[in-house]
């Protein structure tokens, strides 16, 4: 998914570079597509989308943002 978001960014790395980054994206709980689609937005006002180090310590903001109770099941649920 990275890749697809950055492109010529990412396939310029190194091999190493690469895997480091796919261990910190690994990391990431609850990390979502809309988390990816949020940063690439901010990143491309700031004119950094190409600044992939960058990319992902903002993935590991949004992601921060979320908190326990946003982490529930989709669908009802009944509490008694």
């Known amino acids: 998914m990275l890749k ?6 990412i396939t310029s790395l190194s091999s190493r570079k690469k895997g480091a980054l796919k261990k910190q994206l690994s990391a990431l709980e609850f990390l979502t597509p809309g988390d990816f689609s949020a ?3 901010k990143l491309t006002v700031m004119g950094e989308l190409d600044n992939v180090e960058l990319f992902i310590q903002e ?3 949004e992601v921060g943002f979320k ?3 946003s982490h529930r099941s989709i669908g009802f649920a009944a509490e008694f």
Request: aromatic share 6%; charged share 40%.
């Open 59 to 61: 993935l590991k903001t």
């Open 4 to 9: 697809g978001f950055l492109g010529d960014a």
């Open 67 to 69: 908190n326990e109770d």
């Open 39 to 41: 940063v690439k937005r």
